[in-house]
């Protein structure tokens, strides 16, 4: 990685995330990642800020580059490719975070033979604890591969999908965390209720759900095996999950993400 220089075309919250991780994670040196936007004051931040290079025109982008991550909205990526084509050569892999943006649709735009992934992060990217899905294009490498998930990784944890399971992904981490901001503020509420003031209530809650996040990545035991540890025969705990089953909350959050999947399935077609 410390060979390659990196370049992002778009320095939105996500491109920005990843940038900022890439650096403290110490994967590249601050020169060797080269970036471009319409954004001339955000680029002029950015650069006095990390020391990267910044530039308004994406070709210049795409000479410097070894790797080009398109962190653009998926309504402009086709007009965006259009203007790179012409200076695609052979060393360039694409890493495209363009969401909905399908593989096809992405190899369409480009030389043929480029070798492309898709990758969907999520907005817990800006504080380095994204859950990030890869799914290679059909000439990418698995070097090309290792590559995405390093930088990937320097902004959380990522696994590699087959691309039909883009949608399901979507649907929970992508939205999934809307999905957990809403359970932090109903925790919250329940303190509040109880007479807490707000900003424990909050704090306790986010750390609650932090922490017991953790425990299910680092454990590496089943969400199940983990509440029960905390449930105490006739205690405070079974009595909640009593009134949690009663409401069918469960069954609500499996709904919220089929749905999202289901929409993010229609948003492709």
Known sequence: MKDLTIGFIGTGKMGEALIRGMIGAGLVEPGRICASDIDE???GMLGEELGIVVSCDNRHTIEKA?????AVKPQIIRYVLQG???????????????AGVNIDSL???LPGGTRVIRVMPNICATVGEAASAICPGDAATSADVETARKILDAVGRTVVVDEHLMDAVTGLSGSGPAFVFMMIEALADGGVHQGLDRVTAQTLAAQTVLGAAKMVLESG????????MVTSPG?????GIEALEKRKVRAAVMSAVIAASERSRELGE
């Open 41 to 43: 004051q955000k680029l």
């Open 66 to 70: 070894d790797v080009v991550i398109l």
């Open 84 to 98: 790179i084509k012409d200076s695609t050569i052979k060393k360039h892999l694409f890493i495209s975070i363009a």
């Open 107 to 109: 190899a369409d735009e």
């Open 221 to 228: 035991q089943h969400p199940g095996e983990l509440k029960d």
């Open 235 to 239: 205690g405070t705990t079974i009595r």
